[in-house]
């Protein structure tokens, strides 16, 4: 596989970063990452735009044009023959000359930019009716911010996992927040429910067009918190992400939803996002 490093196209096994770049020694790096379907990028100017808010957020230089960005896109998406998958994208504050809390001066210090292709064969056919567990929200207090501090997502998978399920949906002060790496919801009544946007929660690009798509069909949409006994009282329940687009929900712990087949939401949802978001794709 070719990968992109600054600037460089190269073999996956020849790309090299400093041991002491600070995406790797702090966490201090943000990513993104974008469906690739037929080829072409989806949603790819809202993830551009995102990925300027988190390195703004945190006071980061943005070392590439959303011009060249897409070009390193299309590029790698070339390159590695990809026709259904995921590119990843991470820039971190750059490696300083040694370990110290405090952010080097901006003018000595590059930020590091790395990007690959992940190829995902049938990602767009592939639904999966999904189990959850519920978990206490632990991270920090900046979820909007889209960085690479995913332990605690990694260790909540791994709960899931030991528990027979394929997610965990986390919860905090008695409210769910959002899965390990995506934007959740419940159906009730024909009514769409998820949290509202705040520093709570990642302002998923899939949930804003998703939200979107659901006005223009009709569908009413109401943006506010729930708990895991309301969702699982739900006639439905699914979540939304870059990788997963829409993707239902048939069991939350113990309780079984929908009989555990995917609600028509979900499905109708899903359908209309791939149709959509083709038609914007670049
Ligand atoms: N929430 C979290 C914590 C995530 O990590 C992600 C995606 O990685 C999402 C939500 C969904 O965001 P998007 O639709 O932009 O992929």
Redesign the pocket.
Known sequence: RTVYVNGEYLPETEARISIFDRGFLFADAVYE?TSVLGGKMIAFD??AE?LKRSLSELDMDNPISTEDLLEVHRELVRLNGIDEGLIYLQISRGAASDRDFAFPDPDEVKPTVVLFTQSKPGLAETVRPMKVISIDDIRWGR?DI?TVQLLY?SMGKMMAKAAGADDAWMVEDGYVT??????VYIVKDGKIITRALSND??H????AAVLRYAEEAQMEVEERNFTIEEAQNADEAFF????AFVMPVVQIDDKKLGGGEPGRVALRLREIYLDESLKTAV
Request: proline fraction near 4%.
């Open positions: 990452v809202g993830h995102r979820r889209k997502p959002e899965g390990t790496s995506n934007n929660i990642l998923g690009i899939t949930r939304t992400s870059a990788s």
